[in-house]
């Protein structure tokens, strides 16, 4: 029984069925890749498991309980944290701010007025936001504002301000598109990293073949909606049906 | 000290000074001189620079911290300013009860408005405010006339209850008061040729701004006010991070409208009257441009800018052609008439027009507002002073 099993999930708009009977099971402490040609499905089936969409018949169950039906928030509450395509992060705050407030949000829960008090004295987040900035190579601009960083920075930061919620399971939605070969590399090192240094339990969506295939475990392939297959890296490589779904995408491009 | 960082303590002591020191800093002119006209240390203005500022503080707290554009505040302003004045008619026409209450209603109604405005954001939201002020005040000025005394709108009366004050003797009337403490008396001093007044309804109000003032610093350096600012600068993120962004902003809501209502019990303190237009969706808007004008988001912008606004309002309005032909009159008479010609729409009745070319000019060369360009000129004086180093600048103030 997988940390993360989605049963029998079927979303449609409109005329297009963007899921079809979708199954998956991801493993607890395992990084697992989603793979697919473009419109594969991919991204609806990661805004199902973070409960941006609902979908229109199956179940989702995280740690035993369902999550269909909850906030995005709620979600996360229960220890669900997303890596979004284009890096999600507090872009007029600076890189410090940025990193409090996951560790606000894990410490004190969806709401909590604390009006009075100062930022400055709450010493406890602060220490533990520079441990965690020290630990990403930010610290030395963790009084910058974090729009004005690099975009290999700001993926570092948002995946940093995503474990610092310690999340059992850590969603990755294409984290190196657009990004150049060293980022992508100091990308790839960082995520090696969290899976030896934490329980941690990753899902990974990406295009890149040499992200997928330097940290994934189990490789699911998605096509039209349904997973084509899933197994491990080395057997997803030369798989005919693989080839096909990929191929194809190519011959009609 | 107080809880705060050195740079908001010196913030706070220079807005008390300021404040406590305003009819000298506001009348720099000797009375018969022919400046005398810009001076604006009289009670009447002076408790509106204070009243206005609270407002516009409060305002900035929702708009400034969460980026939420009520265009609605006026409203609690008004029931607020219903509020106080109910109190002072039927209970005491001392002030705590009726600022007490101004504030509690405010909130109260800020809580239902907020509810339902902050399911929508951007644009439906400002609409929405919108819509409950400019009700609020149909309301006010019609079906409510019963409580709100429609148009000509509620005063201090010979024959109110007050069942907490004594009888007042034959051919008194009630004064608004701090346990005895008439808002209205005054103490003048001259000096030379100078006159200034010293308005108790004036201090009562700059001592309630410099706590408002206090409480903004204190809500801004908070986690509370850094989850504000998380709102404004990427709600996906807060939401995704597992923040309940709504009950934030409601809480905000809130706080900015109870401002509004401290600010609208105080105007019923000291002039002891009110009416529906005090709630009419210009109102609205004023605090808006206060608070643009003067730097959203920043500490002492709305001040500044509530400030400019209620200066330019009661100045640059009292200019007539009369006096412009004062200003002008050593001119050829062709040039000066010219002159006058070119002056005249931006003056008096046309304190509008000038109000319109400031605001644009500021939204367009200073984003940031008043507070922008006091940094502004603040690092070229630095960088004229000394080019060694490049020195970084807070921006938060």
């Not at chain 1, 890189?95 to 560790?103: F, G, R, S, T």
């Not at chain 1, 294409?174 to 090192?189: H, L, Q, V, Y």
Request: charge should be neutral; proline fraction near 4%; aromatic fraction near 10%.
């Amino acid at each position: 029984m997988g940390i993360l099993e989605v049963k029998n999930v079927n979303k449609r708009f409109g005329g297009l069925q963007a899921l079809s009977d979708v199954n998956l099971s991801v493993a607890e402490n395992t990084v697992h890749a989603i793979i697919g040609p473009n419109g594969a499905g991919k991204s609806t089936l990661l805004n199902v498991l973070v409960g941006k969409l609902l979908p229109d018949t199956g179940s989702v169950m995280f740690d035993g309980q369902s999550v269909l039906g909850r906030k995005p928030y709620e979600i996360n509450q229960m220890g669900i944290s997303r890596v979004f395509q284009t890096p999600e992060i507090f872009g007029d705050l600076t890189v410090l701010e940025n990193m409090m407030i996951p560790i606000f949000a894990k410490r004190d829960g969806a709401f909590r007025m604390h009006a009075i008090e100062s930022v400055r004295n709450e010493r406890a987040v602060v220490q533990q936001a520079e441990d965690m900035l020290e630990s990403l190579n930010l610290a030395d601009a963790r009084h910058d504002h974090s729009a004005s960083m690099s975009r290999g920075n700001k993926r570092r930061l948002e995946i940093g301000m995503c474990l610092a919620q310690e999340p059992r399971l850590l969603l990755l939605d294409e984290p190196t598109a657009g990004m150049a070969r060293a980022d992508t590399n100091n990308t790839i090192d960082l995520l090696k990293q969290i899976k030896d240094e934490r329980d941690i339990t990753i899902a990974i969506i990406e295009h890149d073949m040499h992200v997928v295939f330097s940290l994934a475990e189990r490789i699911t392939v998605l096509a039209q909606g349904t997973p084509l297959v899933e197994d491990t890296p080395d057997k997803i490589k030369g798989h005919p049906k693989v080839r096909e779904a990929y191929l194809g995408e190519t011959a009609a491009a | 000290m107080l809880g705060l960082t050195r740079k908001d303590a010196i913030l706070l002591a220079i807005v008390t000074v300021v404040a406590l020191l305003a009819p000298f800093i506001l009348n720099p002119f000797p009375t018969n001189s022919g400046f005398a006209q810009f001076n604006a240390g009289y009670p009447d203005l002076m408790q509106r620079f204070a009243i206005f500022g609270i407002f516009a503080i409060g305002f900035n707290i929702l708009f400034g911290l969460t980026g939420y554009l009520s265009f609605g505040h006026a409203a609690f302003l008004g029931v607020g300013s219903y509020a106080g004045i109910w109190m002072m008619k039927l209970l005491t026409a001392n002030i705590i009860p009726g600022i007490a209450a101004s504030i509690v209603v405010a909130g109260l109604f800020a809580l239902i408005v907020g509810f339902i405005s902050l399911r929508r954001s951007g644009i439906y939201f400002a609409i929405l405010t919108l819509a409950f002020a400019q009700m609020s005040y149909a309301l006010a000025y019609s079906v409510l006339t019963p409580i709100t005394g429609g148009e000509t709108g509620l005063q201090l009366k010979l024959n109110d209850p007050r069942v907490l004050d004594g009888a007042l003797a034959p051919g008194e009337r009630a004064h608004a008061n701090l346990f005895g403490l008439d808002m209205t008396s005054s103490i003048e001093m001259h000096f030379g040729a100078w006159q200034f007044t010293f308005n108790t309804g004036y201090y009562i109000a700059a001592l309630v701004l410099v706590l408002a003032f206090y409480l903004s610093i204190r809500i801004f350096r908070s986690p509370f006010g850094m989850m504000l600012r998380a709102i404004k600068s990427n709600n996906t993120r807060m939401t995704y991070t597992g923040l309940n962004a709504r009950p934030y902003a409601l809480a905000a809501f809130v706080i900015s409208g109870m401002y509004a209502g401290l600010a609208g019990g105080l105007m019923v303190a000291m002039d002891t009257q009110v009416g529906p237009e005090r709630m009419f969706w210009t109102a609205s808007g004023e605090v808006v441009l206060m608070t643009i004008l003067g730097g959203a988001g920043t500490l002492i912008g709305p001040v500044l800018g509530a400030g400019l606004i209620k200066y330019m309002e009661n100045i640059i309005s009292k200019i007539n052609s009369g006096i412009l032909h004062e200003w002008f009159y050593w001119m050829p008479d062709g040039l000066e008439d010219f002159v006058i010609t070119l002056v005249y729409p931006f003056v008096g009745k046309g304190w509008h027009l000038t109000l319109g070319i400031v605001f644009m000019l500021v939204v367009i060369f200073l984003p940031g507002g008043l507070v922008e360009g006091g940094q502004r000129l603040r690092r070229l004086a630095q960088g004229k002073r000394a080019k060694k180093s490049a020195t970084q600048t807070n921006p938060a103030e």
